[in-house]
Each structure stands twice: as structure tokens, then as C-alpha cells.
T-cell receptor
């Protein structure tokens, strides 16, 4: 069964500092991988996704993520954090085959990001 | 704005009652999935509807049921509410049942007392 772990429950960084949020997944085939962000009391907004091809993917708001098959990881990075980036970040895995009907997201537990001024 | 709207935004119910949550999918999307997000946790898949039929289900009891209508909007019904059902319920719509992309609504915050 698919699973996603996010080892860091809470991370605090200073504004302007770099950021890396960790994500590890367990899935037998090539996964579809996603990062979502959730502000307090809000729904989920897609930051970026990986389906195939270039293992470094660019997303919105200056975020990027790198897929490393050998490490089963899909870490999210940002070179310079802004105060508005404070939120909850979720890594998710989905099915890779279009023949697997009824597929869905398996989310990690999330990492809460706090940003110091 | 994703174009996915959920109603109501908040509600409070008493243990044992029944509740119906609603979701309007984004235009052109025929697939709707529901997720339960307990406080401090990631969302968990409840079920998915594709063209008015259930198309996959997570590890939730039968008292969680749903519907999808011809216009692809959807309802989530929960019977015999328990305190642990208190959560944010998220709806996501997709252009197809293949897991390529989903757009989430703002959610309905359900509190069971």
C-alpha cells in the first residue's frame, strides 16, 4: 500500500532563509507526486507535481522539488522564504497508471512551517 | 479560486444525528473525491465518484455514503455521527478518474458535540 512520511512535524525558519521540507514515499511503481499547501482554515492549493521526465520540477510561489527514486524522496525547496509562506505543507502520492481506476491521493501528515521576521 | 465550492462552511451537530455536506465541482470535471482531515493530520480518502457511480472507497464505515448528480455535483452523508467525525471535510474535483490533477474546495468544518 502507498504511504507518505514527512519526518518534520514543525519547522521554523527566518524570513529570507532557505527551506527544505522532506517527504518520503512508499509505492511499488513510478508514483505521481504532489506538494500541496494549506493556510489556516483553508483548502489545499497545489504547489507542484511530478509525473515523469525531469526530476527537478518547478512550482508556484518560487517552490521546487526534486524526485529521487533511489531515496524514495520528493523534497520541497525554496531558496528564500517569505513571511507569507507560513502554512501547512502536505506531500501526497497518487497512482501512476491510468488503468488503475478509483485512484486517489495518499497524504503525509504534514509539516507546519513558521517564519520568523 | 479553484471553482470548487462546498457548503456549508461550518456546522455543529449532536452525536447520533445525520449530516449532509455538498460540493459543486469545477466546470468540466466529472470526478469528485471526498477527504476527511482531522485536526493536525493529513487528509484521508473517503470515496470517489465518477459519472454518478462510486469509483473507489477508503477505510471508512458504511455510515459514510455519497451521491453524485448528473451535473457532477456531489453530497457526502454521514449517519449516526460520532465525536471522532469532527473534522474538516474536503471535496476535490478532477477532469477524469485518472489521478492527474485535482482541485480542492475550501472545506466544511464539522463539529460533533
Amino acid at each position: 500500500a502507498q504511504s507518505v512520511t514527512q519526518p518534520d512535524i514543525h519547522i521554523t525558519v527566518s524570513e529570507g532563509a532557505s527551506l527544505e521540507l522532506r517527504c518520503n514515499y512508499s509505492y511499488g511503481a513510478t508514483p505521481y507526486l504532489f506538494w500541496y499547501v494549506q493556510s489556516p482554515g483553508q483548502g489545499l492549493q497545489l504547489l507542484l507535481k511530478y509525473f515523469s521526465g525531469d526530476t527537478l520540477v518547478q512550482g508556484i510561489k518560487g517552490f521546487e522539488a526534486e524526485f529521487k527514486r533511489s531515496q524514495s524522496s520528493f523534497n520541497l525547496r525554496k531558496p528564500s522564504v517569505h513571511w507569507s509562506d507560513a502554512a501547512e505543507y502536505f506531500c501526497a502520492v497518487g497512482a501512476s497508471s491510468r488503468d488503475n481506476y478509483g485512484q486517489n491521493f495518499v497524504f503525509g501528515p504534514g509539516t507546519r512551517l513558521s517564519v520568523l521576521p | 479560486e479553484t471553482g470548487v465550492t462546498q457548503s456549508p462552511t461550518h456546522l455543529i451537530k449532536t452525536r447520533g444525528q445525520q449530516v449532509t455536506l455538498r460540493c459543486s465541482s469545477q466546470s468540466g470535471h466529472n470526478t469528485v473525491s471526498w477527504y476527511q482531515q482531522a485536526l493536525g493530520q493529513g487528509p484521508q480518502f473517503i470515496f470517489q465518484y465518477y459519472r454518478e457511480e462510486e469509483n473507489g472507497r477508503g477505510n471508512f464505515p458504511p455510515r459514510f455514503s455519497g451521491l453524485q448528480f448528473p451535473n457532477y455535483s456531489s453530497e457526502l452523508n454521514v449517519n449516526a455521527l460520532e465525536l471522532d467525525d469532527s473534522a474538516l471535510y474536503l471535496c476535490a474535483s478532477s477532469p477524469g478518474r485518472a489521478n492527474t490533477e485535482a482541485f480542492f474546495g475550501q472545506g466544511t468544518r464539522l463539529t460533533v458535540v
